[in-house]
T-cell receptor, first 112, second 116 residues
């Protein structure tokens, strides 16, 4: 069973701080990785995707991928209360069917 | 705006009845759509992959006779929960890729099913 693991949290950070969200995956053949944000009662929305080892930055968000360690992370700089949500990490299936395997999500709380 | 639309967003039904949920891709043709189920405080669990013009591929443990999937066109997939029971109450979400297996995956707004 291919798995994606996340700490469910909650992760609590003060406003303006850096929030660091982590994820590990078991399918070594996965090539694509995604971070989704989900507000309570809503569908997930894509924050970032990353395919290559290293860092990828988009505004306040930085995704980091280390395929050797099978580790993906998301950094949120200058965290805002509106960033409070559940963040889902997903890995593309190595069978290249387009399926995503989701982690259980990490709940982030940004306190004013 | 939303590129994948789901309907209805909320549905309440009696135990034993069937409920149909529609998923439409608005701006693109989707040969493949995915149906997920999410229970409270849990992650998305893939139920099945819906393939246009052919049978859906179900994940292990998902009853294909209970969760009927039809993908009759490149823009529409439907999920029918047959003979629904209270344990089927959940948040059902569809998704579709904009192109091939590397295109961005868009999610519908989700459909919250409550079975009384």
């Amino acid at each position: 069973q291919k798995e994606v693991e996340q700490n469910s949290g909650p992760l609590s950070v003060p406003e303006g701080a850096i929030a660091s969200l982590n994820c590990t995956y078991s399918d070594r053949g996965s090539q694509s990785f995604f971070w989704y944000r989900q507000y309570s009662g809503k569908s997930p929305e894509l924050i970032m995707f990353i395919y290559s080892n290293g860092d990828k930055e988009d505004g306040r968000f930085t995704a980091q991928l280390n395929k050797a360690s099978q580790y993906v992370s998301l950094l949120i700089r200058d965290s805002q209360p509106s960033d409070s949500a559940t963040y889902l990490c997903a890995a593309g299936s190595s069978s290249n069917t387009g399926k995503l395997i989701f982690g259980q999500g990490t709940t982030l709380q940004v306190k004013p | 705006g939303a590129v994948v639309s789901q309907h209805p967003s909320r549905v309440i039904c009696k135990s034993g009845t069937s409920v149909k949920i529609e998923c439409r891709s608005l701006d693109f043709q989707a040969t493949t759509m995915f149906w997920y189920r999410q229970f409270p405080k849990q992650s998305l669990m893939l139920m099945a992959t819906s393939n246009e013009g052919s049978k859906a591929t179900y994940e292990q443990g998902v009853e294909k006779d209970k969760f009927l999937i039809n993908h009759a066109s490149l823009t529409l997939s439907t999920l029918t929960v047959t003979s629904a029971h209270p344990e089927d109450s959940s948040f059902y979400i569809c998704s579709a890729r904009s192109s091939g297996v590397t295109g961005e995956l868009f999610f519908g707004e989700g459909s919250r099913l409550t079975v009384l």
